[in-house]
């Protein structure tokens, strides 16, 4: 896939995640073999004015690029000035959030509220393009009824502006994460715009990746919530596309992957924030295994990365055991 001037290895996209897809969680998955990945959501307005947390949100390191960082904001020029700091601190690509409908984003007229102001959006895109020559992206959803009218007209403004990709995420502001995303308009959206086309929503398992590629003709797949326990989703959606069948992740790569993503969480969080976060973060990475609820309740009260280390080497040695 190519945004912009920007090549992609292959057609993954990691989602933006609030609360989820930092650095340390970014790394992991781009070490998988996922083609893009992207930063949680980050506020324009916290960037503009200094706040060190936001500011750390645009925390990058060399083995996660391609990367691209998302904003939200309703202020074309806070947007744009926000956009060059996001560019300067290293993202590929900047993505604009059109479609987060939580209640406070769309209070200060962000995320899908723009899908209700189509001219704010315009005027958005518009600075933002001006302001950064990286690719620039727009994630959007179907719009605030079903039939994905405010979607496509959103897309083509978006178009019109510059912007080198969209992604959709086919479910209705109000629905939230209800019901299921309806990929039809993923399908028109592509015959209605010449960028390309990013699919999202509903990808649990590689083959619902295929699927969608095939019945709508997106030009990548994004995946959300189900990379969050199994991030090895992107090699597998890879494997199966190049060669008709996956593997089933083994106990060694999983290891490997959870002991790399506590230690890149301490260095990034520092280590009790990180502990107190790994307590439930390791265990999605383990879920239906067997002694998974054992392991869970054994790191309910981890404060050190050697802590955390000691549990998953009993753990993991267990499983191989089993497995003998
Ligand atoms: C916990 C959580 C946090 C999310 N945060 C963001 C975000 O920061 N920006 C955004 O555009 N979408 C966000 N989303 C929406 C996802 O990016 C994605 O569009 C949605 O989950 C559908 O994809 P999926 O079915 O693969 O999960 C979030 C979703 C979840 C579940």
Redesign the pocket.
């Known amino acids: 896939m190519k945004i912009g001037n920007l090549h992609i290895d292959g057609i993954t996209v990691l989602?933006?995640?609030?609360?989820?897809t930092n650095l340390p969680f970014r790394r992991i998955v781009r070490k998988i073999g996922c083609g893009l990945v992207c930063s949680?959501?980050i506020s324009a307005n916290g960037l503009t004015y200094g706040s060190p947390k936001t500011q750390n949100m645009l925390a990058s390191d060399a083995d996660e690029k391609p990367v691209s960082f998302?904003l939200f904001g309703a202020d074309p020029a806070i947007m744009a000035d926000a956009a060059v700091m996001a560019a300067e601190a290293g993202a590929d690509i900047i993505d604009i959030?059109c479609?987060?409908s939580v209640k406070k984003i769309l209070k200060g007229g962000a995320g899908s509220a723009l899908m209700k102001d189509p001219e704010k959006a315009r005027e958005i895109f518009t600075n933002v393009r001006k302001a950064i020559r990286i690719p620039l992206t727009v994630?959007i959803r179907s719009g605030w009824e079903p039939s994905g009218k405010e979607a496509f007209l959103l897309a083509r403004i978006a178009e019109d502006s510059g912007i080198d990709a969209i992604t959709l995420?086919p479910r209705t502001a109000t629905q939230g994460?209800t019901g299921i995303?309806d990929w039809t308009l993923i399908a028109e959206l592509k015959q209605r715009i010449k960028i390309p086309v990013i699919g999202?929503?509903?990808?649990t398992r590689p083959e619902d990746a295929i699927r969608m590629l095939t019945q709508t003709g997106c030009d990548g797949v994004?995946?959300?919530?189900?990379a969050m326990g199994n991030p090895w989703i992107f090699s597998q959606i890879h494997d199966l596309m190049t060669h008709g069948r996956y593997s089933a992740v083994t106990i060694d790569q999983r290891f490997s992957a959870m002991k790399a993503f506590a230690a890149a969480s301490v260095a990034y969080f520092g280590e009790l924030n990180a502990c107190r976060m790994m307590r439930s973060r390791l265990t999605w990475l383990v879920k239906g295994l067997p002694g998974a609820s054992r392991f869970r309740e054994s790191i309910t009260k981890i404060r050190t990365l050697e802590e955390a280390g000691g549990l998953m080497d009993s753990y993991f040695e267990s499983l191989r055991n089993e497995q003998d």
Do not use: T
């Not at 989602?15 to 989820?20: C, E, N, S, V």
């Not at 999202?200 to 990808?203: F, H, K, R, S, V």
């Open positions: 989602a933006p995640l609030a609360g989820i949680e959501m998302q959030n479609g987060c994630k995420h994460f995303s999202n929503g509903d990808i994004m995946v959300g919530r189900a």
